[in-house]
């Protein structure tokens, strides 16, 4: 399995901070004091860790409920950016060493938060998988099994659970990949594949996920249906393009072979224009296959050796 990671140049933070445990938020004011009163009763009066919240542009009074909380650091966007834009800001603006990420809708347990920080170092990502007592709806169920199933294919090792966004990591190592994350909610399926194909170790801690507190989902079937195919082709294309492409090619070239085969020895007739346009068309799958392949190669060659000068430096 190939090695892959982006470095990101960013001026080093402080690391008088341990633990920064961050929460994203997009209109959740019905929900989020419940899980910043259970965070700061239990690490409001430790110096070395950070509670931080990213506002991203939320239009009720989500912002006006954090500002209640004088131990929280709020960040907020001007306007709705996405998921991942909120990740993304909550990773620049991070003073701890490690960070912890939940959701602020109260699916997620804060006494599960040392569960997972008290793995990292053991593990470089830990991730919280969530089990069968997990209260989740059936096409989230089923998106969470194809998507895994998918990254299990492309990294050629098991990820039980991809699209999880209850995680605890180093936040040097996060930021390395940070121009590798999408601005939607595929951030978190998009950051797991970048550790397990970039070697590091990772684990999946298993958790039990509750329903919503308040307020509603984001997650839209249909919508978000047709992006989860999308985040398929770009986890495809990012990764590991030759486990998509060679298995096709091989497989128009067959077909055109067994056609072909077919129709000079059973029908005694010449190579028809079927056969030959599926050979044709898997030997270009074929190649476009490896070109796609020598690219990713070639990004791969470019940051080991960034890696190397920052290092050296």
Same mark, same amino acid.
């Given at each position: 399995?190939?090695?892959?990671?982006?470095?990101?140049?960013? $001026?080093?933070?402080?690391?008088?901070?341990?633990?920064?445990?961050?929460?994203?938020?997009?209109?959740?004011?019905? $929900?989020?004091?419940?899980?910043?009163?259970?965070?700061?009763?239990?690490?409001?009066?430790?110096?070395?860790?950070?509670?931080?919240?990213?506002?991203?542009?939320?239009?009720?009074?989500?912002?006006?409920?954090? $500002?209640?909380?004088?131990?929280?650091?709020?960040?907020?966007?001007?306007?709705?950016?996405?998921?991942?834009?909120?990740?993304?800001?909550?990773?620049?603006?991070?003073?701890?060493?490690?960070?912890?990420?939940?959701?602020?809708?109260?699916?997620?347990?804060?006494?599960?938060?040392?569960?997972?920080?008290?793995?990292?170092?053991?593990?470089?990502?830990?991730?919280?998988?969530?089990?069968?007592?997990?209260?989740?709806?059936?096409?989230?169920?089923?998106?969470?099994?194809?998507?895994?199933?998918?990254?299990?294919?492309?990294?050629?090792?098991?990820?039980?659970?991809?699209?999880?966004?209850?995680?605890?990591?180093?936040?040097?190592?996060?930021?390395?990949?940070?121009?590798?994350?999408?601005?939607?909610?595929?951030?978190?399926?998009?950051?797991?594949?970048?550790?397990?194909?970039?070697?590091?170790?990772?684990?999946?801690?298993?958790?039990?996920?509750?329903?919503?507190?308040?307020?509603?989902?984001?997650?839209?079937?249909?919508?978000?249906?047709?992006?989860?195919?999308?985040?398929?082709?770009?986890?495809?294309?990012?990764?590991?393009?030759?486990?998509?492409?060679?298995?096709?090619?091989?497989?128009?070239?067959?077909?055109?072979?067994?056609?072909?085969?077919?129709?000079?020895?059973?029908?005694?007739?010449?190579?028809?224009?079927?056969?030959?346009?599926?050979?044709?068309?898997?030997?270009?799958?074929?190649?476009?296959?490896?070109?796609?392949?020598?690219?990713?190669?070639?990004?791969?060659?470019?940051?080991?050796?960034?890696?190397?000068?920052?290092?050296?430096?």
């Amino acid at each position: 399995m190939w090695v892959w990671s982006l470095p990101l140049r960013i $001026s080093p933070v402080s690391t008088s901070t341990r633990l920064t445990v961050f929460i994203p938020a997009y209109n959740e004011a019905g $929900s989020i004091a419940q899980v910043l009163e259970r965070l700061v009763e239990r690490y409001g009066p430790r110096d070395d860790i950070e509670i931080l919240v990213v506002d991203d542009g939320s239009h009720d009074a989500t912002a006006e409920v954090i $500002s209640r909380y004088p131990r929280v650091r709020l960040v907020r966007h001007p306007y709705n950016k996405g998921y991942g834009a909120a990740i993304k800001t909550g990773l620049r603006s991070a003073r701890g060493e490690i960070m912890v990420i939940l959701d602020a809708d109260g699916q997620h347990n804060p006494d599960d938060v040392d569960r997972l920080v008290s793995q990292v170092g053991t593990y470089d990502l830990v991730v919280g998988r969530r089990g069968t007592d997990s209260e989740t709806t059936a096409f989230r169920g089923v998106g969470i099994r194809l998507m895994s199933g998918v990254a299990s294919y492309l990294a050629q090792s098991p990820i039980p659970d991809l699209t999880s966004g209850f995680r605890a990591f180093r936040t040097r190592l996060m930021r390395q990949f940070i121009h590798l994350l999408p601005q939607g909610f595929s951030v978190s399926a998009t950051s797991t594949m970048c550790f397990v194909v970039s070697g590091y170790n990772v684990r999946f801690e298993p958790i039990v996920v509750k329903a919503r507190q308040a307020g509603t989902s984001k997650i839209r079937p249909f919508k978000d249906g047709a992006r989860f195919v999308g985040m398929l082709f770009r986890l495809v294309m990012l990764f590991n393009p030759n486990r998509f492409f060679l298995p096709l090619a091989g497989v128009l070239f067959l077909l055109g072979a067994a056609w072909g085969g077919y129709k000079i020895a059973v029908q005694h007739a010449g190579l028809s224009v079927l056969a030959a346009l599926l050979m044709m068309s898997g030997m270009f799958v074929g190649l476009l296959g490896t070109v796609a392949d020598q690219l990713s190669q070639i990004r791969r060659q470019i940051s080991a050796g960034n890696l190397e000068e920052d290092a050296a430096q």
